[in-house]
Structures are given as C-alpha cells and as structure tokens.
C-alpha cells in the first residue's frame, strides 16, 4: 500500500513537459495553462472552450526532406499506373516510375498536385485509410531509417497531453490530407479523426457491388487549409476559435493569428527549426537557409515579436527531440 | 437522508422516454442502445464511435408552414436592402418588402435561394451569431405563436438524451445552414457547434477595421446538406459512420442507408408526419398530403420496410409532441 502510493505521487508529481529545457517557451505554456483553468479567475476558460490547434509538418513531425505524405503519393504511383495504364506514358508520371532521382529532383510543385490528385482518389474511403496504415508500417523516413510516425516531437506530444489532462480539446489542423493524418492521428497522437482537419477533396456517395453504400474519394479539392484556409476550416469543422495554436510556417500565420485575436489569456506558439545536428536548420528567419519547405521568414519572425507570440527554439528550448533518442 | 434517497432513486428509475407510448419504435431504440452499450456483448460499440445523427426539420422540430430558417431571411430582408438599396427594385426582394402575401405565396424556390443569398452572406459570422439570436428571441410560429425553439419535438429531446447519457454522441445533420443551427444547437438540444453538419458557405479570412482578425460569411454555398451530401459531410466533417440515424424525408434517405449499412446493431428511424391534429399530416406515403416540404413517399416508407429501418408514427407513438402541452 506504501509503496503504490508513492509510486502513484510521483507520477502526479512528474513534470508534464519533461522533455522541455526551463525558458520562456515551456513558462509561455504552463502559464496558459494556469491561468485558463483555474476556477474563478478572470481568464478562466469554461471546459467546452478549450480548444487548442496545431499544424502537423514541421509542428509535430519532420518535414524534411518533403512531407511524409509526398512520400507515401510516390509509394502509390505504381499501383495508380496499374489502375489506369495510359498514365506509364504521361509526364510527371513515367519520371516516378523511372527510379531516376536526379529526374524525380527536377519534379515542380505542379508535377506533385498532378500525382497527389491521382493517387488520393478514385478508391472507397475504407480503402484508402487501408492503404495508409499499411504504408504507414512499412515506410522509412531516409535519414533515420524510422517509420515516420516514430519521427514525431515528443515536446509536442508532450504539450498535447498536458492541455488534454487539463481538460483541452487538441485539433491537429494540417495543410496535408485530412483523410490521411485521421488514418493515423489518434494512434500516434492521441487525436481521434473528428479533431482534425485538412485539406480535402470532395467524396461522392454510391454503392458497391453488393449494394452497400460507400464514399469514393474524388479528385476535386473542396478544402485547401493552409494560410487563411486554416481559420476558415476551423470555422468550418469546429466552429469555435482556438485558444492556443501551434505552427512553423507562413502557412500558420493566420491561425496563430486567429487563435490570439480573442479575449483573454491566448497562446500562440512557432517552432523555429534551427537544429542542424538534431534536425534540421532552416528559415530563412535567424540567417538559416530557406528551403522551401516549411518557409519560416523574418516577416513572420517580427510578427511573433510584435503581437506576443512565443518562438520555439527546437535548439534551446528542447531536451530531446525525438522520443527514441 | 431517507426522503432523499428516495428522491433520487425515483430520478434514477424514471422512463428516459417518458413522451413516448409502448410500441416498436420505442423498443427498437432501447434495444438498440442496450444492444451497443452492454459490456462484453456481442454488438458492443466502443464510447468513441458512438456517433447517432439527427436531421432538424421535422425531424427535431416542426418545418411546417415553412423551414424556421426561412422565416428568418425573410425578416432580414428589410436589413439586406438598407445595406443595398439596388434590392428594393430587384424580384424577388420588392415581393417580400411589399408585404403582399399572395404574391410571397407565389415566390418560387429559386427566389427563396436568392433571399437566402443575401441574407446569410456578407456580415462576420459573430455578427451573423448574434442576428440569429436577436431573431429568435422574437420570432413566433405563425400557428403557436411561441418561439420557434419551443416547437422541438420532446419525444426526440428524450432520445437525444437518453443516448448522450449512454456514451452517444449526437449530431445534428441538417439541410438548414450549418452556422443558423449552430447559434442555437446547444442551447436547445445539448447539440455543442462543432456536432452540427450542415449546408454551409464559404468564409473569408480578413481583418476589421481596427486590425482584428474576422471571417466574412461569403455568399458562395460550399456544402449541400441534402441527400447524398449528409453522407459525404458526416463523412468530412466526422470522418466516422453513424450507428443510429433519424431522419424524416427523403432528404435523409442516403444518412440512413448509410448508418444501417455499418456492421453491427444499427439503428434507422423516419418520422412520419401522421398527426394532422397535434402537428401536421403530410406524405405522400400512407395517403398523407404532399405538401412539398419533408416529402415522405412511398418509395421511402418501401425502403424502411425493406431494409428494417423504423417508422415512427407521431400520431402512435408519441404521448405528448411538445414540451408545453
């Protein structure tokens, strides 16, 4: 009896965000905390209002090289082209089943809308979600040699159990796929399908050929949640304005935004990649280089310096990035 | 002591759908949730995919003479035309400001969608919020005169209940606008914004004049909640199926399919409009009237029978409609 009940203090007792180094980051976010759920106080949130957001690449998993979800778009080429032959012949296409990287380097954004469209739809929604979680076991991030979803921050996971346990809904709102992150989001993040939301394509209602209905995934976009998308959708799915949000990017600018405009005690919080040897470095806030992927510039940078949002150093800030170092 | 453990125990035993007489329907839903609910049992249904759906009118409240969202873009009619004036000379706007019933009588359904257009569009969605609650507050039912929000079916509020106190979650799954239902959704049926789907248009990410972040209701429709769109929107909006559906027209027919077609209990219930006494009677299924709002055909009551969904008698099967009688 002794010894369970010390056992379960120390667990009460453990600090929530152990993986974060003492600083104004972590104090940002316990501060929040405190100051939203404490009963009677003046910045106090009632439980139905917690509700916190955050943009999923580069925000809660790597998104370097590209984003996990252009690898697994590459994966499916293969089985597109079986489905529909005439493709093997049409560009950007043959250069994906070519294996050339130096070619598959030179593909533009354009080329990746074109294999995105084509491999995120014309199959059941069953089918699909299918079709990522076996991706998803057997899929490699290159540098690590990890499946992606052990690549995820596990500061980041840290602060979402800790809002969670303080009676917060946590949304991830991501610039991907909704269909894709909800196949996964709640093993691995502990977010079910409903609180989260993506960019998406239409799906069109019929039935199989036993009759039964089903929802085929379309290849028309109908929600493109990145930049302004982002509080549009949120608007959209949940109806109410977060009260903390969490990006990296240009393309969170305006949810951060949006989350700190209203009443109240408000957080707003970018992670800045500056991490080289743990990560990866890039800006071009800070001098670091710009990469084109998860652009996080000097205008953003002086944004969150004038409106009181909190920049994450992944250098500073973080003990540990990954939950398997 | 003795007094109120009494008290509380008699709370405990009481009938969860006391507005209901004995009969099919009623048993198919206690069936159902004991069915779902029982621990260990066969067609046991996890709390997190407890998911049961509910069209709004004439499945949650009364749509007869007309939806209640109708009667509210007409009483903004006057508001619209002062913001612009060009309307007062444009049909179907000079109809409705001329007061002249027996010409908005004849007013057709693409004039309604043009007033609709205009009404729901243009303000920030805050302001939209609060229009809708000024509107209610005032508004009355032509045939009770009492507020629109009185005329919810209590039979329905009990079931509603009597499945969120059995790990169900309920969502609204309306053909009326996703933000007109949402201003009032928790108020009146527990139902919190981000648990209603509905058909809904595009906002616009901007900034007031002081700066502040806002989003612009855009007269652009970007989901269409009848028919096969419930579907395809709990599927966007949700992203998992129901287990239990209600409905009232052929309007929900593909939400029923839908829910029915899942593995497991499931449970499909149209309200028939059969009580030309205490509510409305209209079909045309069962001789009824076709009065070309919540059409109920044959072909509709031939699919409950076929596929085991339940028809609920208003006339049978509730004791009492309202909550006032």
Chains 1, 2 share one sequence.
Not at 137 to 146: G, I, M, N, S, V
Not at 204 to 228: C, R
Not at 252 to 276: C, N, P, T
């Amino acid at each position: 009896m002794g010894l369970s009940l010390i056992a379960s203090t120390a667990v009460f007792a453990a600090d929530p965000l152990a993986s974060w180094n003492e600083g104004p980051a972590k104090q940002a976010i316990v501060e929040f905390v405190k100051a939203t759920t404490k009963e009677g106080g003046t910045q106090f949130v009632a439980p139905a209002d917690r509700i916190a957001t955050f943009d999923q690449d580069g925000t809660l998993w790597v998104e370097h090289p590209a984003y996990g979800q252009l690898f697994y778009c590459l994966s499916r080429v293969p089985a597109a082209v079986e489905e529909k032959p005439e493709l093997a012949q049409v560009e950007p296409f043959k250069t994906v089943l070519s294996g050339d990287h130096a070619a598959m380097a030179k593909l533009t954004l354009d080329d990746y809308l074109k294999i995105a469209m084509v491999t995120l739809s014309g199959m059941p929604t069953d089918e699909f979600k299918q079709e990522v979680h076996a991706w998803l076991a057997k899929a490699k991030d290159p540098r690590w040699k990890r499946p992606f979803t052990e690549l995820t921050y596990q500061p980041m996971k840290e602060v979402m159990q800790y809002l969670r346990d303080n009676g917060y809904r946590t949304y991830i709102v991501t610039g991907g796929g909704q269909d894709f992150v909800r196949a996964y989001s709640e093993e691995v993040y502990g977010v079910p399908p409903e609180q989260v939301v993506g960019s998406a394509g239409t799906t069109e209602y019929g039935y199989d050929k036993s009759g039964k209905p089903q929802l085929i995934k379309q290849p028309k976009i109908l929600l493109n949640d990145n930049d302004a998308g982002k509080p549009e959708n949120i608007y959209l799915l949940v109806g109410r304005q977060p009260y903390a949000a969490f990006g990296n990017s240009t393309g969170d600018r305006q949810m951060l935004e949006y989350a700190k405009s209203g009443k109240g005690a408000r957080l707003a919080m970018l992670i800045l990649h500056d991490d080289a040897e743990r990560e990866y470095a890039y800006g071009p806030a800070q001098g670091l280089p710009d990469t084109k992927v998860g652009t996080f510039t000097d205008a953003l940078y002086n944004q969150a310096t004038s409106e009181g949002w909190t920049v994450i150093s992944m250098k500073k800030d973080w003990k540990k990035i990954f939950a398997f170092e």
